[in-house]
């Protein structure tokens, strides 16, 4: 028998972001076309993790949920650079209320903030924050019996319902930076 696993999201799900976000550049990068600023911007954000509050509201629902479908791990899926993987972790390991390691954390790798004209150059491979996760989920699914996931976006927590994985996709009122980032990239890079 598999052990359980839950799957989580960081920003927008136990983390509120939104005021760190807006202090390392927010959309104006992405309005203005300036991608290589929006790439630095991206950097600072990762570093700048320590003044997050927690949002009780996600960290209460998927510990009770832990509890109760006694699940053996917990598991991190975040579309945040692999570059600011230690404060990250520090981040969640004073925040959550369950054990979180280093492999406890799954990031988009840090090829994708150094690279030039990944996000946007026809022909060259762009980061799909749902594709990635998608793509990690079914590799637990391999080991694991992932019994849910949480996640900010209805694009995500759709994909993982695709693959046959209980999905809560958590939007807490005031708390929607992800996806308005997520739409001001859309929108460049569709048009």
Known sequence: MKQKLIIY???GVVANSQARYQRNGGDFPLV??????FRKCMVRYAEDVHDDPSLEVGVSMINQIRLGLDV????????????????????LQSHMPWEV?????????????YSPGVYWVESEEKFDAVEFKR????????????????????DISHAYWEIGIPSV??????????????????NVVQG
């Open 135 to 154: 793509m990690v989920a079914v590799e637990l699914m391999e080991n694991y019996d992932v019994v849910m996931a949480f996640d900010d976006h209805h």
């Open 72 to 91: 053996d791990r917990m598991v991190a899926v975040t579309a945040r650079g692999e570059e600011g993987r230690e404060k990250t972790l520090s981040w």
């Open 101 to 113: 390691k280093n492999e406890d954390l799954i990031m988009r790798p840090a090829y994708v903030e």
């Open 32 to 37: 203005k076309h300036d991608y290589n600023e």
């Open 169 to 186: 996709c958590l939007m807490v009122p005031g708390v929607d930076q992800g996806t308005r980032m997520q739409a001001a990239i859309s």
């Open 9 to 11: 999201d960081i920003d």
